[in-house]
């Protein structure tokens, strides 16, 4: 079958994808279709965080595929209350509900906010500050606190309620928070707006602006979350909690999976029947997720990540002090940028053709986002193809 061929036909032409057909992953290592070996620093946009195939995810994943693979949530299942257990006690939330991808998640923490806004406050509390550059999903609610005008285009009318700040400004923040604002929703790093970082204490000002103004802090952690940034979640990092959190991603570890977790307080304003979706928490995505958080907590995994995570920079400070075309080394853990002086696509197939898989996240910036799982040697691997391409 001519993948390439028949994918124009009958496809929604939605995607310019890369000229690769892949068949098969284990680890860090995806195949082609002709058997051909890549190292992949891409992990399917930040989701294999174990790499692909990992075995105990597998094992989870099949066996309760051979045991019961949905329910709807009009009945309790173990995995899906076990997995609220962890993300719970391993977070600063107590209270979880699941949906299926990142753009399901952040609609769920705007509707959780606007709830809860509406209960305590009233209606008129009801607008989401954003932020520019930010990235958030594609349905119409989050497409709108999205700050990327590109993916905006032609679907207007957008939703009401939604203002946007420069990102890391707190001044613009605490001029836009007034009394019709009920939620605040932002990504601890900027991961689709090219790997932005804050500086140190932007969150955690936030934090205190928003307690002030009676506004809850969201953190999408879609991107950064499940140990991406060197510890479990990025807030951890940065030492603020929001009040809810968004996540998806690598939830799974690639089964589709999305989920928002909230302190007490506000989880309680989702009462039954304000919210719902059928495939949400399944047992299948459940169990797959178990699995995960087990993996990333188990002793020693996120140090070893972090350690990774430092090797990988250093590497990437390397080839940027020998490259005139590099304008800036961005990142944390094991999400890394490059940012370019020209257009960065071209790079993303010389290093494919170099059995490497990397992207480009805005016009000019290549992003680094490997398993955690990666090792030293092949981190170095990918060094040297960036020393070759980066000239
Ligand atoms: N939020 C962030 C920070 C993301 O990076 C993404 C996807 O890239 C999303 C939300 C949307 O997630 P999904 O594509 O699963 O809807």
């Not at 995806?30 to 051909?36: A, E, L, R, S």
């Not at 051979?66 to 006690?89: D, F, I, K, M, W």
């Not at 989401?128 to 990327?148: D, K, V, Y």
């Not at 979350?225 to 998806?248: D, K, N």
Request: hydrophobic share 40%; aromatic share 8%; charged share 20%.
């Amino acid at each position: 079958m001519d993948v390439k061929q028949i994918e124009k036909q009958v496809i929604m032409q939605t995607y310019a994808r890369n000229d690769l057909v892949l068949q098969k992953g284990k680890g860090t290592r995806v195949w082609d279709d002709q058997g051909n070996e890549y190292l992949d620093f891409v992990a399917g946009i930040a989701v294999c965080n174990l790499g692909h195939a990992h075995d105990i995810v597998t094992e989870a994943i099949c066996r309760q595929a051979g045991t019961l693979l949905h329910t709807s949530n009009l009945y309790y299942t173990e995995p899906q209350v076990r997995l609220a257990q962890l993300l719970t006690q391993h977070s600063f939330a107590d209270k979880a509900f699941f949906c299926n991808s990142g753009a399901e998640a952040n609609e769920a923490a705007i509707k959780l906010a606007r709830k809860y806004a509406s209960e305590k406050y009233g209606p008129l509390k009801n607008r989401i500050i954003s932020t520019e550059m930010s990235f958030h999903g594609r349905t119409m609610a989050t497409l709108t606190a999205t700050g990327q005008a590109k993916v905006k285009k032609g679907y207007d009318p957008l939703l009401e309620g939604f203002v946007r700040v420069p990102f890391n400004d707190l001044n613009a923040a605490r001029e836009a928070m007034d009394e019709t604002v009920c939620g605040f929703l932002v990504e601890p790093i900027q991961g689709e707006g090219g790997v932005i970082v804050p500086d140190p204490d932007y969150l955690r000002n936030l934090r205190e602006l928003c307690d002030e103004r009676g506004v809850l802090l969201m953190f999408d952690e879609v991107q950064t979350g499940m140990g991406r940034t060197g510890t479990l979640f990025a807030y951890q990092g940065f030492g603020v909690e929001p009040h809810i959190m968004s996540l998806a991603k690598a939830l799974a570890n690639g089964l589709p999976m999305g989920a928002i977790v909230a302190v007490e307080e506000v989880a309680e304003s989702f009462g039954v029947g304000s919210h719902a979706t059928t495939f949400g928490g399944g047992p299948l995505v459940s169990a797959a997720a178990v699995a995960v958080m087990e993996v990333l907590t188990s002793e020693g995994f996120l140090e070893g990540a972090a350690e990774m995570g430092e090797f990988l920079a250093e590497g990437l400070r390397e080839v940027a002090r020998s490259s005139p075309i590099i304008r800036q080394v961005r990142g944390t853990g094991m999400i890394w940028a490059l940012d370019l002086d020209r257009e960065a696509k071209p790079f993303v197939a010389k290093a494919q053709s170099r059995g490497v898989l990397i992207n480009c996240v805005q016009d000019k910036t290549l992003r680094f986002t490997p398993p955690l799982i990666v090792t030293r040697e092949e981190i170095e691997r990918l060094i040297q193809v960036l020393q070759e391409i980066l000239v």
